[in-house]
């Protein structure tokens, strides 16, 4: 249900939790024919037909997309502040039956589903039942969280800056567990799902009824969102499109990966348990555009709307202009004014885009979970569409990234050398990468920064190959780093000088560092693969890399005990804890309230 922007390596870590990190699909470089011909072993995907000149121009988009994409299913709307000017379904609702998408299916729309939270409880500000600063603990006191470094307005929960980690629902299976703060509210932007769980159980404490039917009454009703469903069900899993995620969830997932499709899920977990169709979400987008309207009178006062779509934080994980208002991103787009949100699911991902001065906005869903998000669809239709209003020339189709065609693909080319002698040779052939194994090429597929994955299901497949620069450069990056957005792409790096795999480190002659490292504690009881089988679930790998404890190329770092900080910041209230350690092994993994159990099956 997170929303990112740069497309980043699928960790097993992260593909089917709300800890992804990855978003939205860059344009880079048109699609290949080896691309797409990778993509047609699926049956070619039901287009629907086009009746203008945008119309056909976005059609002609999307069937380049989806295929390069691989992604089976796709529903859109569109509209303008008076009326739906679009909606259609493109590809399958389901693959084996070969059954096309309508625009009737529903869709999980994921983190688009924080919006609403965010507008009923200025419904309830309005009505003066709810002051946006006083702490949550004030109208919730009984909630698992320790407030430390301040109290925690709805303002803080409302903008993700309430310092709590974002796991992934406010109860944990140990009682005696609490959601710990990691900063000061109001210092740092850090996306947090279940802050937008506690601001569910807050609008129905405050309203007296279920979000089910708090959220029916004061939204989908008044906005005739007939076809909606408030929570995912299972009664309602006979009008949805099926979900598909990655067929190996253990391992590295390439673009053009097998799919299956996802285990049944019921959520009503309000940071993102809204399915609907595209022409409901049409009907959202214009209250939207019309700053709080409905057709039957305002959702809310204008002030609130002013609160909701000020940009109260910056955003930058979003884009280099995003900052962050009331559950909803507000970036700007060639000038205008844009609220825009994604949302990723255990096998949906969807795009919402709002040009407020334009007065034209899009809605996109996919039914897989794949790591990135329509985000390019959605960015597309508002530009058609605005040129359309302002009878301007149509824009030209975006161009559609193929992650196998690396510009600098001879930058990591060559011999790396392990310090027991085993040896990874990389080749370069154009813009190709690949990894010569026992005579054979395997091919590679960018991820992000210098990260690239195995394309080939099971041959190197359980990592990423972090690659990094010479240490000595001030601007070089860590071999998981993601790419910056200010980064220069002419600007000469460093040479490559060292690659890892998991706990595999390499080096060529260009690296000069130290060649062995001594770990600050013994780390041998918690080393091994962890895994929840809840359809929110992980399968992680724990190891030692340069002396520093790593889960699913995250680096972690020591708090006390048994328990360790995840990644680099250190303000960051994201933890690991090993627990349940019996005969010299940890055999529980607690990471984002989610337990994951050690197993050895390879």
Same mark, same amino acid.
């Given at each position: 249900?997170?929303?990112?922007?740069?497309?980043?390596?699928?960790?097993?870590?992260? !593909?089917?939790?709300?800890?992804?990190?990855?978003?939205?699909?860059?344009?880079?470089?048109?699609?290949?024919?080896?691309?797409?011909?990778?993509?047609?072993?699926?049956?070619?995907?039901?287009?629907?037909?086009?009746?203008?000149? /945008?119309?056909?121009?976005?059609?002609?988009? $999307?069937?380049?997309?989806?295929?390069?994409?691989?992604?089976?299913?796709?529903?859109?709307?569109?509209?303008?502040?008076?009326?739906?000017?679009?909606?259609?379904?493109?590809?399958?609702?389901?693959?084996?039956?070969?059954?096309?998408?309508?625009?009737?299916?529903? %869709?999980?729309?994921?983190?688009?589903?924080?919006?609403?939270?965010?507008?009923?409880?200025?419904?309830?500000?309005?009505?003066?039942?709810?002051?946006?600063?006083?702490?949550?603990?004030?109208?919730?006191?009984?909630?698992?969280?320790?407030?430390?470094?301040?109290?925690?307005?709805?303002?803080?929960?409302?903008?993700?800056?309430?310092?709590?980690?974002?796991? /992934?629902?406010?109860?944990?299976?140990?009682?005696?567990?609490?959601?710990?703060?990691?900063?000061?509210?109001?210092?740092?932007?850090?996306?947090?799902?279940?802050?937008?769980?506690? $601001?569910?159980?807050?609008?129905?404490?405050?309203?007296?009824?279920?979000?089910?039917?708090?959220?029916?009454?004061?939204?989908?009703?008044?906005?005739?969102?007939?076809?909606?469903?408030?929570?995912?069900?299972?009664?309602?899993?006979?009008?949805?499109?099926?979900?598909?995620?990655?067929?190996?969830?253990?391992?590295?997932?390439?673009?053009?990966?097998?799919?299956?499709?996802?285990?049944?899920?019921?959520?009503?977990?309000?940071?993102?348990?809204?399915?609907?169709?595209?022409?409901?979400?049409?009907?959202?987008?214009?209250?939207?555009?019309?700053?709080?309207?409905?057709?039957?009178?305002?959702?809310?006062?204008?002030?609130?709307?002013?609160?909701?779509?000020?940009?109260?934080?910056?955003?930058?994980?979003?884009?280099?202009?995003?900052? @962050?208002?009331?559950?909803?991103?507000?970036?700007? /787009?060639?000038?205008?004014?844009?609220? !825009?949100?994604?949302?990723?699911?255990?096998?949906?991902?969807?795009?919402?885009?709002?040009?407020?001065?334009?007065?034209?906005?899009?809605?996109?869903?996919?039914?897989?979970?794949?790591?990135?998000? *329509?985000?390019?669809?959605?960015?597309?239709?508002?530009?058609?569409?605005?040129?359309?209003?302002?009878?301007?020339?149509? *824009?030209?189709?975006?161009?559609?990234?193929?992650?196998?065609?690396?510009?600098?693909?001879?930058?990591?080319?060559?011999?790396?050398?392990?310090?027991?002698?085993?040896?990874?040779?990389?080749?370069?052939?154009?813009?190709?990468?690949?990894?010569?194994?026992?005579?054979?090429?395997?091919?590679?597929?960018?991820?992000?920064?210098?990260?690239?994955?195995?394309?080939?299901?099971?041959?190197?497949?359980?990592?990423? %190959?972090?690659?990094?620069?010479?240490?000595?450069?001030?601007?070089?990056?860590?071999?998981?780093?993601?790419?910056?957005?200010?980064?220069?792409?002419?600007?000469? !790096?460093?040479?490559?000088?060292?690659?890892? @795999?998991?706990?595999?480190?390499?080096?060529?002659?260009?690296?000069?560092?130290?060649?062995?490292?001594?770990?600050?504690?013994?780390?041998?009881?918690?080393?091994?693969?962890?895994?929840?089988?809840?359809?929110?679930?992980?399968?992680?790998?724990?190891?030692?890399?340069?002396?520093?404890?790593?889960?699913?190329?995250?680096?972690?770092?020591?708090?006390?005990?048994?328990?360790?900080?995840?990644?680099?910041?250190?303000?960051?209230?994201?933890?690991?804890?090993?627990?349940?350690?019996?005969?010299?092994?940890?055999?529980?993994?607690?990471?984002?309230?989610?337990?994951?159990?050690?197993?050895?099956?390879?």
């Amino acid at each position: 249900m997170l929303d990112f922007l740069t497309p980043m390596p699928m960790h097993p870590l992260s !593909r089917r939790n709300f800890l992804v990190r990855a978003a939205f699909a860059t344009a880079a470089a048109a699609p290949s024919s080896s691309l797409l011909s990778a993509a047609t072993s699926q049956p070619a995907a039901p287009m629907p037909a086009s009746t203008s000149p /945008l119309e056909e121009k976005l059609d002609r988009y $999307l069937a380049a997309y989806m295929p390069a994409m691989n992604s089976p299913g796709l529903t859109l709307g569109l509209t303008n502040t008076e009326s739906t000017l679009r909606t259609a379904g493109y590809g399958f609702a389901n693959i084996d039956q070969k059954l096309p998408v309508n625009t009737d299916h529903l %869709f999980q729309i994921g983190s688009i589903t924080k919006s609403f939270v965010a507008l009923m409880l200025l419904q309830l500000r309005d009505e003066g039942k709810l002051d946006l600063h006083r702490p949550v603990l004030h109208y919730l006191p009984g909630l698992p969280i320790t407030s430390e470094f301040g109290a925690i307005t709805t303002h803080h929960v409302l903008t993700h800056t309430s310092g709590l980690p974002d796991n /992934l629902g406010v109860f944990s299976s140990d009682p005696t567990a609490r959601l710990v703060q990691g900063f000061k509210p109001g210092e740092h932007f850090h996306y947090c799902n279940a802050g937008f769980d506690i $601001l569910g159980l807050l609008a129905a404490r405050l309203d007296g009824r279920p979000w089910r039917i708090c959220v029916q009454a004061r939204i989908l009703d008044p906005l005739e969102m007939t076809a909606t469903a408030p929570v995912i069900t299972t009664s309602s899993r006979a009008r949805a499109a099926t979900g598909y995620e990655a067929f190996w969830d253990d391992q590295e997932y390439p673009r053009q990966g097998k799919l299956a499709p996802a285990p049944n899920l019921v959520m009503d977990d309000t940071a993102g348990c809204i399915a609907s169709t595209p022409g409901d979400m049409a009907r959202y987008l214009r209250m939207l555009l019309n700053r709080g309207k409905g057709p039957h009178g305002r959702i809310v006062s204008e002030e609130s709307f002013a609160l909701f779509s000020t940009p109260h934080i910056k955003a930058d994980d979003f884009s280099p202009t995003a900052s @962050y208002g009331y559950g909803v991103a507000v970036d700007t /787009l060639e000038g205008h004014k844009i609220l !825009r949100h994604t949302g990723g699911m255990v096998a949906f991902a969807s795009s919402m885009h709002v040009d407020l001065d334009a007065g034209v906005a899009a809605f996109a869903s996919i039914n897989a979970m794949q790591g990135y998000r *329509p985000t390019a669809v959605t960015e597309y239709s508002v530009r058609l569409l605005r040129a359309q209003h302002e009878s301007s020339p149509l *824009p030209a189709e975006p161009q559609i990234t193929d992650p196998r065609e690396i510009e600098n693909a001879a930058d990591y080319a060559g011999t790396f050398t392990s310090a027991d002698g085993t040896k990874l040779v990389f080749a370069a052939s154009g813009k190709r990468l690949s990894l010569i194994d026992r005579d054979q090429h395997i091919l590679l597929q960018h991820s992000g920064g210098d990260t690239f994955i195995s394309t080939e299901a099971g041959r190197f497949a359980d990592h990423s %190959f972090n690659f990094a620069r010479t240490e000595s450069d001030a601007n070089a990056k860590p071999a998981n780093a993601a790419p910056s957005f200010a980064e220069d792409a002419n600007k000469p !790096r460093p040479p490559v000088s060292e690659v890892s @795999y998991g706990p595999d480190w390499h080096v060529n002659g260009s690296y000069s560092g130290p060649r062995s490292f001594t770990p600050e504690q013994d780390y041998s009881a918690y080393l091994g693969r962890y895994r929840s089988d809840s359809a929110w679930g992980a399968d992680v790998q724990v190891y030692v890399l340069k002396g520093k404890l790593v889960v699913s190329s995250e680096s972690l770092t020591a708090i006390g005990g048994s328990l360790f900080r995840v990644g680099d910041e250190e303000w960051s209230p994201e933890t690991v804890e090993f627990l349940h350690i019996f005969e010299g092994k940890a055999r529980l993994l607690k990471l984002g309230g989610m337990d994951l159990w050690r197993i050895d099956v390879n």
